[in-house]
């Protein structure tokens, strides 16, 4: 019987077998899992902390570990059934994983295995939008703000592309979440962002990283955990998990080198912060190809990523005058765009769907693309503006926001590295 992964596209035969329980799929996906939970709290926490201000670094952290506690516990509670249970628009049935034992199988993995890796898809989701809004937003608006959002936006897209919903799935190739965490997230992020306007000193003062070494670190951080991202996604330990593998590195290296070079042209200057910020952005250009591309596609894949994050950046953000704190939109959903079109450029024969067409295939690239945008916007609007209401308001008081959240709203103070 063949498979679909993750109801996008149509993979060699051998590569899922009868349902039948598989201790090495198994072994690696409890790997792989473990790699991508490492991201948000880890990983994300450090690379946002460190772009952000001192009086606002521990804030920021928080958020990346707030984010993954929230998400944790209502993926659980109902985002699961509403991503991958029986239904259309919306899955159901699954509500506190009702009906699913240890001895329940997602393919050749145990399904409470697959629970917990998708809940660390939604888990970075959530935390990578949090990196438009930081130094402004309330902490408990943005937990609210999470909770509501996993459900409400990230569930439904995940379904449409992976759970089962026919009605809104264009037929898109996206292996690991181009459009499902990245573009959603960084669309959700740049919404929040014109709603809770600029920081009060936003074009009036210098806004520098607190600690490009944290920022360093972070990003390492994130391209180890991104191997479990994308080789998790092949659901088993098998040939394309390893190509999947290679490519993410092959394209975060590209991003940092494309970065970079535009950077050196523009700047005369090659920065540890921009080199860090090109390997993210190589990571999320690839992700969405990273089970049909090969090291050629890879290559340019990511290259044009870093070139385009810095691009979006230094450029177009300045165009757009939206205070995108942490430029979240830029790296995560430009980039995001620009990798789910060149799945549809660059996939290798052994990976071609039966029939493929890369023109109708773009079709359906920018279809999938043009509904996370609309719907993830719209609803996240709607949602931000709820959680405001249930806290008193979305943003800071003008002292606080002065004084930095880490002292007024956590009572703490982070050391100066």
Known sequence: MKRYLLGTMLLPSFVFAEDALSGSDTAWML????????????????????LTRSKNVLNTIGMS???????????????????????????????MLFGITSETLKGTIPELLFVVFQGTFAAIAVAIASGS?????????????????????????????????ESLNFGEIDFAGGTVVHLNAGVAGFVVAMILGRRRDYGKAAIKPFSPILVALGAALLWFGWFGFNAGSALGANGIAASAFLVTNVAAALGVLGWLVVEWFVYKKATIVGGASGA?????????????????????IGLVGGMLGFWGVAKLKGMFKVDDSLDAFWIHGLVGIWGSIATALFIVPYALPEAYEMGSQLVKQVQAIGLTVVYSAIATAVIYYVASALTGGGRVDDESESRGLDETIHGEKALNL
């Open 133 to 165: 809004m930081i130094e402004r937003v309330k902490f408990s608006t943005y937990m609210v703000f999470a909770a509501l959002w996993v459900v409400a936006v990230y569930a439904p897209v995940t379904h449409w592309a992976w759970g089962g919903g």
């Open 31 to 50: 790997v792989a899992t473990a790699l991508v939970m490492l991201m948000t709290p880890a990983g994300l926490a450090l690379f946002y902390g460190g």
């Open 65 to 95: 570990l707030g984010a993954y506690a929230m998400a944790s516990l209502v993926w659980v509670v109902v985002g699961y059934s509403i991503a991958f249970g029986d239904g259309d628009i919306i899955g159901s049935g699954k509500v």
């Open 280 to 300: 993210v952005a190589g990571l999320v250009a690839i992700t969405p190809a990273s089970g049909t591309a090969g090291v050629e596609g890879a290559i340019i």
